[in-house]
């Protein structure tokens, strides 16, 4: 009997700083990385390669990205025996023209795509032709992954038009190399996006219209084929189940995500001890700040148990010596305790004074472990400055010159985490978002309304992609409109 899977998905899409986003790794991080993925017990890699905005022709940094996933590929096989999967959307393209403006690493996804209509034969092929360019050097993948939505879908197309998409994918894998496995990546639905394109309205798609898709794809015996997503118990009822493994998208970070490390509850744990048929497959955003969770979610996949002594023995591995002041860093930022907070930021301040020699894990960290440490000091700042700024606002009666020390204070810690990694995109924190309500600002009521994914256009169509734009900026954004808050405060 195979293997059950036990995956890691490395999301490139989000342009941000090194090592925070995937998109910067070297292949030394990716070699590290893999390595503590595979210590931590992960035999399988997914990888978003974001083929879709590449240019033609593409530019060196293009050139670059493919050659290094191509290694990527290999030394997951060749030094860890792990499987490699790679994923791209259903029909994103480029805007050539906009796309080479900007590297690879810098590149804004929703501002250099475009979607092909999948009933137009002639731009598909030419999509399909490109795509076999591209993907020929990784032609050493295990399986192609390909999504039914977000980014993804065009208005009125239908179920039918998107199995020929996936069955032009198959033809396309064959000529590269046999053998390489075609997983329908399950998510909102084909048709229930297309719907959301066409009229700007979302909600995810009935299991029965999945059904639907899933027997047309099967019609066409697109061999060697899979299943991923969710839809489980549907999937299992129509005698699919056997080609599946589960994703329970966001059980160890959830993305589009500002980074901030997640620890505490079981979700991660009980999520990862209930895999599908084939296993199950997990994800982050930012990988070298969901460690807890990362290690969470595999000790549940594999059975084994996840307690307070489990947790130490994975901060010692990390960084031997320090398991105690890591995990009671974990513990502060997972809660609401500015005392427990103040109190691990002066155990880590004092640990950061020393040497630091990293353990066996130390691929997960993604380079220094100074950095590392430091990440955890200014992410308890931010915890701690928002439960002064939270106090505060809601006090009776409300003091303005502490709202505005609090709120001041609060923004100096968000920028100062925002310029460490800088990520541009979603924020969504809502005992944060509780407390600039408030604040009943007009600028950052209107910032946090952003974040709604609807925007301006002539269309229900152009209104999503609008959407879609304004959250390539959502927290500089957000940022900006608390320190304009702060001048009706003082």
Known sequence: MPEKMIGMYVHQHWAYKHPYAARTWTLEDWRGYADGLHRLGYNTVMIWPVLETVPEPPTPSDRANIEKIAQVIDLLHNEFGMKALLTISPNAAAKSDVAAKYTFEERPFFYCDFRVDPGDA??????????????????????????????????????????????????????LRPGIELTYW?????????????????????DEEIADTVRLLAAQHPEPWGLTGGRLPAIIAMGQGGRMFSFPYGAIEGEPSFPMTNFGGDGAYNTGKSPGPRGIMGNAQTHCVQLPNTFAFARGAQGLPCAEADYLQFAQDLLPGHGETILAAWRALSGVDAAQMAEAKSKLAAMAAGPLTPGPLKGLLLGEPQRFVNDLLMQLDLRATLEAFHAAVFAEPLDKAQTAASLAAFVAAAEAWQGQHGYKNNWYWPRMEEALRKLDNKDVNKALDARDYTGEGSTPFEKVQSGFYQVETYTPGLIDAMKRALGTLR
């Open 186 to 206: 399950i998510h909102v639905g084909w048709e229930a996006y297309c719907r959301y394109y066409a009229t700007a309205e979302f909600a995810m798609g009935p």
């Open 122 to 175: 002639v731009a598909l092929g030419r999509m399909i032709a490109w795509r076999e360019e591209l993907l020929r050097p990784l032609a050493r993948m295990d399986g192609l992954v390909i999504i039914d939505s977000d980014p993804g879908g065009y208005p009125g197309s239908t179920a039918l038009e998107f199995v020929y998409l996936l069955s032009a994918h198959r033809k396309m894998l064959d000529r």
